[in-house]
Every structure is written in C-alpha cells, then in structure tokens.
C-alpha cells in the first residue's frame, strides 16, 4: 500500500464549478500536511499547509481529518487556471521527508 | 518565482557514466532536499541535507549521493547511471526540516 493515496483523476470540471479532492495516508505518526500544485512540465508549488481546525485561502480550503488519516482539498468558483495536478504531502515526525502522493489532475473548461 | 535554481536544464548521459546535478537554494534556507519524479508520479525522497549534514535518507542505492555547502548550494551525485535513472530530479530547500519546501526548476535526465 502507498504511504500516500490519491485519485489520479483527472477531473474535468466547468469553469465555477465546485471540486474535491481527497487523499489519505498511511502512517499515524504523520504531523505535517500539504497541498502542492504542478502544472504541466513545470516544478510543484506549494498550495497551502493543512491544519487540524482545516484551514481557508481565497477559494481553496483544505481539511485535516487525523482519526480517519484523511486530507481533503476543495476549490470553489473554479477558474480555467486551476488546471494542474495537486499532489497531497505529508511529512513524518522524526524524519523529516516529504512524502508526495501521485496527484490528482484538474481539467477546468471554458 | 522561485528562488532555488538548478543545473543544467537538460541532461543526457549514457548508461554507466555519472552525473552530477547541481541546485542553489534560497538564501537563508539551511535544509535541502532532492527529489526523483518519474513521468505520471509525485516526487521520491531521495535525501535530505540540513546544515551540511545529511539528515534523512529515502529508499535510494548508495549510487546516488549528495553534499550540502555553506553557501546554501548542493550537488546530487549518481554513479554508474541506469536506464530507469530518467526522470525529472528536484531540489527543494526549507528553513528547517519539515516545512513546506519551496522547488527549483528541476533538471531533466535522459539515461540512454
């Protein structure tokens, strides 16, 4: 089993519309959690950190789940620019790496 | 933008030889990690440097090493270089271990 579970997709949403993403990760001892954006041939960018009260950027929010192992991201009034891949990531206490799941890949249309 | 940066570009290499990739981390960064993406996946752990040292290691054959400088650069070196050695390599640097990372650009290697 992956450390780090998502759903490749893609999504092929229309502009404004509503979409999630969910990923789920393996280990317990997990205590960091973040949404990476990458677009095509280009390098990751980091989205946003995930915190347990779940947290808000503009129209992206994110939600942390601990119990379940459990991360979500959800983007609102989708935008044609939105279209990449965002790949969950967490990172494990005591070692320190970043453990990126495959991505989950957006297609917003006009 | 971004301000890790690495080189070169662009690589091709035949199987067996080595390579040496090599990244400029943002200024005050003291943790740098690199990466392995292979087309279609998220990024693999190769190993993560902090303060010169090496402070973690992903599930990568001792063929693969790096080194970390003061002055906030690092090398990735791979040694006798495989086919499946293709693909997109990373560098990401940090404040400290375990924050978000911020990227480079990536250096793209083709093992022929």
């Known amino acids: 089993r992956k450390e780090v579970e998502q759903d490749p997709g893609p999504f092929n949403v229309p502009e404004g519309a509503t979409v999630a993403f969910n990923c789920t990760y393996s280990n317990s001892a997990s205590q960091s959690f973040f949404w990476y954006r990458q677009d095509c041939r280009k390098e990751p960018k980091l989205l946003m950190s995930v915190y347990s009260s779940g947290n808000e950027d503009g129209r992206f929010t994110a939600q942390l789940n601990r119990a379940s192992q459990y991360i979500s991201l959800l983007i609102r009034d989708s935008k044609l620019s939105d279209s990449a891949t965002y790949l969950c990531v967490v990172n494990i206490r005591s070692s320190y790496k970043l453990i990126f799941g495959s991505g989950t890949r957006l297609l917003v249309r006009p | 933008e971004t301000g890790v940066t690495q080189s070169p570009t662009h690589l091709i290499k035949t199987r067996g030889q080595q390579v040496t990739l090599r990244c400029s981390s943002q200024s005050g960064h003291n943790t740098v990690s690199w990466y392995q993406q292979a087309l279609g996946q998220g990024p693999q752990f190769i190993f993560q440097y902090y303060r010169e040292e090496e402070n973690g290691r992903g599930n990568f054959p001792p063929r693969f090493s790096g080194l970390q400088f003061p002055n906030y650069s690092s090398e990735l070196n791979v040694n006798a270089l495989e086919l499946d050695d293709s693909a997109l390599y990373l560098c990401?640097?940090?404040?400290?271990?375990?924050?978000?990372?911020?990227f480079g650009p990536g250096t793209r290697l083709t093992v022929t």
């Open positions: 990401a640097s940090s404040f400290s271990p375990g924050q978000g990372e911020d």
